[in-house]
């Protein structure tokens, strides 16, 4: 999106709602290009409307959970596994 599609987007924003959450339609004509300008916006974005670009937007975000869920010997038998460091796994740990 350009800095003119933008600012025509969130001009035409509509107020926060009660969660600081707004509704903005992009200026797209077609799918492919709404989806990727709603992807390049990140993770905190939701298509609300037409249906298939929300489906879309659904299977784009539920993938890379897909990719975690099995075990990847399991999921891909035969490909090397990957550790995350030269002695073994990384250990699991978060911030």
Do not use: W
Request: aromatic share 4%.
């Amino acid at each position: 999106m350009d800095g003119a599609a933008i600012a025509g987007a969130l001009a035409s924003a509509s107020a926060p709602n009660s969660a600081g959450l707004v509704t903005l339609e992009p200026p797209a004509e077609y799918e492919d290009v709404a989806f990727d300008q709603l992807a390049r916006l990140g993770a905190d974005v939701e298509a609300l409307a037409p249906a298939c670009l929300r489906a879309r937007s659904s299977e784009r975000a539920a993938a890379p959970a897909a990719l975690h869920q099995a075990d990847p010997q399991e999921a891909y038998p035969g490909k090397p596994r990957i550790n995350g460091s030269r002695q073994g796994s990384l250990p699991c740990r978060r911030r």
